[in-house]
């Protein structure tokens, strides 16, 4: 297995163009998802999948072009938006050979600066694995590795199983896991949660954040399989049948808000809203000196 190239800081590489998807969505997290986005050098378009029906949220997402030229929306290609049932439909759209994507999901509720240019041209310059995917805060594969390296602590040990019992499914830990994360924001540390960059085993992972070329999705024409689970396919079977493995950029870091095992605690704290004031502060920050994508 070919070792990945150094980590930079410098922009995309190679002449990709880099592509955002976002299956959407919710409007309570996209309003900072968005801005945390627009924050971002590094990115050429940003596409929004609607795979809502609330009117509410359509309202907000048809929106969104009015707020950068460079968003634009995605009708469903082939099927009414169910939940995760049909994102899946979505991929076939993203096979551009000379373009790197990098899908998030909608309730990505922090974005480190600099991430999207970073994982742009460490995917661009890594073009073996099959996906590529940051450290993710709140992903169950992501707090299996912290904790067998040290860097989170819980008197339970975490599996490596996307559906961990405690990792996926405790709302108390994905709460505990948030508030860890947001101290260690405040003592500008996050480089706590950095790790050397690695392969991931035949493993599913739950894709809150992935990256992917479309030179190599173009190789199967992005089609998910109607009714297949999508993460399974994408992060097992798929890689599996192409002779293909997974990578984290360990250089890297987002935060992901619930999975639906958790959301219904999670959504009773102040968790979101202390992201959004982070947000907030880091907009502040950054207005005298910000670097246009």
């Known amino acids: 297995?070919?070792?990945?190239?150094?980590?930079?800081?410098?922009g995309p590489g190679r002449g990709y163009k880099v592509s955002i998807v976002i299956p959407a969505g919710r409007q309570r997290y996209l309003e900072l998802l968005i801005p945390s986005i627009?924050?971002?050098a590094g990115w050429d378009e940003l596409k929004i999948w609607i795979n809502t029906t609330n009117p509410q949220d359509l309202n907000y997402i048809e929106s969104l072009p009015n707020l950068d030229k460079r968003i634009s929306l995605s009708q469903p290609p082939l099927y009414p938006p169910n939940g995760n049932k049909t994102i899946g439909q979505f991929f076939q759209g993203c096979i551009s050979p000379d373009t790197v994507y990098i899908r998030f999901d909608d309730d990505i509720c922090f974005i480190e600066r600099d991430l999207i240019k970073?994982?742009?041209k460490f995917r661009a310059d890594n073009p073996e694995p099959f996906l590529?995917?940051?450290?993710?805060?709140?992903?169950a594969i992501i707090s299996y590795v912290h904790q067998v390296l040290g860097k989170l602590f819980n008197p339970?040990?975490?599996?490596?199983?996307?559906?961990?019992?405690?990792?996926?499914?405790n709302p108390a830990f994905a709460e505990q896991l948030h508030r860890l994360f947001l101290a260690v924001l405040a003592e500008n540390n996050i480089d706590h949660f950095?790790?050397?960059?690695?392969?991931?085993?035949?493993?599913?992972?739950s894709i809150n954040c992935i990256s992917w070329l479309g030179s190599e999705f173009a190789k199967f024409d992005g089609?998910?399989?109607?009714?297949?689970?999508?993460?399974?396919?994408?992060?097992?079977?798929?890689?599996?049948?192409?002779?293909?493995?997974?990578?984290?950029?360990?250089?890297?870091v987002v935060s992901h808000f619930s999975f639906f095992t958790q959301r219904?605690?999670?959504d009773k704290t102040d968790i979101l809203d202390l992201y959004k004031e982070l947000l907030q502060k880091n907009s502040s920050a950054l207005s005298p000196r910000h670097e246009s994508a």
């Open 132 to 139: 590529i995917s940051p450290v993710v805060i709140n992903n």
């Open 118 to 120: 970073n994982l742009a």
């Open 264 to 266: 219904e605690h999670l």
């Open 156 to 169: 339970i040990q975490l599996t490596a199983n996307c559906l961990d019992p405690i990792a996926w499914n």
């Open 194 to 205: 950095k790790f050397p960059s690695r392969p991931i085993a035949i493993n599913r992972f």
């Open 38 to 40: 627009l924050q971002q």
């Open 1 to 10: 297995m070919t070792q990945p190239r150094q980590e930079e800081e410098s």
């Open 223 to 252: 089609l998910v399989p109607f009714r297949a689970d999508e993460e399974e396919f994408l992060s097992v079977t798929k890689p599996t049948q192409l002779g293909k493995f997974n990578y984290i950029f360990g250089g890297g």
